[in-house]
C-alpha cells in the first residue's frame, strides 16, 4: 500500500535520530535557527513527555501524535526539522511512512557518540 503523500517537491524533511546525549537536540535547534521562519522544529520528547506524559512504550500513541504534527507542517508548506531517539522498534513505520509518503526532498542522519566525546577527542574546550 502506497504512503499517504505530503508536503510538497518544495518542502524538506531532515530527520535527525541518536541516543541521549549524542546533541540531535542542538543540532536540529540550530537547523531551525538558521533557516529562521518557515521550518518547524518536531521533538519527540515534547511531544511524548510534555503534550502526552506518555512513557515511550509498544502501543503508545506517540508515533503518531509525530507523524501527524509533521504531515500537518509540511502540508502547510513548512520544513520540518524531526529530532530525537525514534527508537526503530516503535517508530520505523511512522518513519517509512513519512520518506515514503513526503513529495519533497528527504533527509535523515543518526548521531551515534555524544558531542562532549567528540569534543574531548579532538582536543575541544568543554562547556
Do not use: W
Not at 541521549?20 to 537536540?25: A, I, T
Amino acid at each position: 500500500m502506497p504512503a499517504e503523500t505530503t508536503g510538497s517537491p518544495d518542502t524538506v524533511l531532515v530527520c535527525i535520530r541518536g541516543n541521549s546525549g549524542s546533541g540531535k537536540s542542538s543540532i536540529a535547534r540550530e537547523l531551525r535557527h538558521r533557516h529562521g521562519r518557515g521550518c518547524a522544529l518536531v521533538e519527540q520528547d515534547y511531544l511524548r513527555r510534555v503534550v502526552l506524559r506518555e512513557r515511550d512504550t509498544p502501543g503508545g500513541v506517540a508515533p503518531a501524535l509525530i507523524e501527524q504534527t509533521v504531515r500537518f507542517a509540511l502540508d502547510h508548506g513548512y520544513h520540518v526539522v524531526l529530532e530525537g531517539i525514534l527508537y526503530t522498534g516503535r517508530y520505523r513505520d511512522m518513519l517509512t511512512s513519512l520518506r515514503d509518503g513526503h513529495r519533497g526532498r528527504s533527509e535523515s542522519t543518526g548521531l551515534e557518540q555524544a558531542v562532549e566525546t567528540i569534543a574531548a577527542a579532538a582536543g575541544l574546550p568543554q562547556h
